[in-house]
Each structure stands twice: as structure tokens, then as C-alpha cells.
């Protein structure tokens, strides 16, 4: 079992960055595909981005896409988001998750393993 921790949410202005973190206790990142998903009010949850278990390749939605930059820290053990140019459509409760496989994964349904979300508000 792997629980996930994120960190790194808050407020921030239109155009500002914020970068966010996802951790775990007890076992390591380095064996899992992981993902970035976001969740706002009223909205079911969608993709953002994701990140390979090697190499590693990434992979964005179109909206973040330029904007938003996932990266892991096989030495943290970290899994990170780098969110530049945020805008008030970006605000949400941002998720992440892992899986075991070779790939990168861009389905809610593909993840095994997920953290209890940090909330993004950016104001306009």
C-alpha cells in the first residue's frame, strides 16, 4: 500500500506560480508511474499531467500544456508540479497518484494509489 501525500497548495494572484509537491512515507516513488489530476468545484476530475517511472517522459493536457511542468526527484523521492501563469481556471483540489507500469497513464481509472488533494485557488 502506498499513501501519498501532496503539499504545496494555496492562494495565489492570476499570472503567479505555485509549485506542489506529492511524497510518500515508508516505500519509494521510484517504482510507479504517477500523475497529476485536478478536481474543481461541480466538475468531475480530470488529468493534468504525468510522468513516467524511467527516463522519465511526461505528458500534459491541453490546457496546462506550456504552463505546467511535472518532475520527480528519484533522490527526494518526490514528485513535483511547477505551475507557471496559473489562472482562475486552474482552481481546484489537485490530486496524485501512482501506479506500477512502464508507461505514462492519462485515466482516472488507471491509478492504483491516490493522496487526499491540495487545494489551488487563483484569483482573478
Known amino acids: 500500500q502506498v499513501q501519498l501525500v501532496e503539499s504545496g497548495g494555496g492562494l495565489v494572484q492570476a499570472g503567479g506560480s505555485l509549485r506542489l509537491s506529492c511524497t510518500t512515507s515508508?516505500?519509494?516513488?521510484?517504482?510507479?508511474?504517477m500523475g497529476w489530476f485536478r478536481q474543481a468545484p461541480g466538475k468531475e476530475r480530470e488529468f493534468v499531467a504525468a510522468?513516467?517511472?524511467?527516463?522519465?517522459?511526461?505528458y500534459y493536457a491541453g490546457s496546462v500544456k506550456g504552463r505546467f511542468t511535472i518532475s520527480r526527484d528519484y533522490t527526494k523521492n518526490t514528485m513535483d508540479l511547477q505551475m507557471n501563469s496559473l489562472k482562475p481556471e486552474d482552481t481546484a483540489v489537485y490530486y496524485c497518484?501512482?501506479?506500477?507500469?512502464?508507461?505514462?497513464?492519462?485515466?482516472?481509472?488507471?491509478?492504483?494509489?491516490w493522496g487526499q488533494g491540495t487545494q489551488v485557488t487563483v484569483s482573478s
Open positions: 497518484a501512482a501506479r506500477h507500469g512502464e508507461s505514462y497513464y492519462v485515466i482516472e481509472t488507471d491509478y492504483y494509489y
Open positions: 515508508g516505500s519509494t516513488l521510484s517504482g510507479y508511474a
Open positions: 510522468i513516467t517511472k524511467s527516463k522519465p517522459l511526461t
